[in-house]
Structure formats: structure tokens, C-alpha cells
């Protein structure tokens, strides 16, 4: 038998390799209690593996960014055409 800190994340999880396998490829629907399990064992927060917290920043930074674009500079003309808010 081999030693407990060789077994497979599967193994931790109560699960097949070849069902994590599916998993991450996409083949198969993660349930939220396998989810869980998964961010347990890898000691990371549900979010994270959802990337939540990533579309969270990025659509802030998004928004910031689309109104300091929008801003009229220091050298811009008046009558200058505004931006149709695409980023440059």
C-alpha cells in the first residue's frame, strides 16, 4: 500500500481518476458537494475555483477603465467625437 501523501487529489476526494479527469475536462457536470470537496482539498475558496473573484475585478477594472478613456484629456479639442465605449 502505498503512503497516504502519494495518493491522487481523486483519491483525497473519494472520487475515480477518471472521473476527476471528466470533470476537468468538461465532460461532466460538477455537482456543488464534489465542488466543495475540490476546494477543500486544494485549500482554495468555492469563488476562486468558480473564478468569481475574478470576474469581479476585472469587470471593476473594466468600468474604471472605460471612464478614465472617456474622460476628455488635456489636449483634446472641444468638438472631439466621444468614445463609443470600446477601449483602446
Not at 469587470?59 to 474604471?64: E, G, H, K
Not at 474622460?71 to 468638438?79: A, E, F, G
Request: charged share 30%.
Amino acid at each position: 500500500m502505498a503512503p497516504a501523501h502519494t495518493f491522487t487529489m481523486a483519491a483525497r476526494i473519494g472520487i475515480s481518476r477518471e472521473t476527476l479527469r471528466v470533470m476537468v475536462n468538461g465532460e461532466r457536470e460538477i455537482y456543488w458537494f464534489e465542488l466543495e470537496k475540490n476546494a477543500l482539498d486544494l485549500k482554495v475558496p468555492v469563488k476562486r475555483l468558480l473564478m468569481e473573484d475574478l470576474e469581479e475585478r476585472e469587470s471593476r477594472d473594466l468600468i474604471v477603465r472605460h471612464v478614465a478613456y472617456s474622460l476628455p484629456t488635456q489636449h483634446s479639442k472641444p468638438n472631439q467625437q466621444k468614445s463609443k465605449g470600446r477601449l483602446p
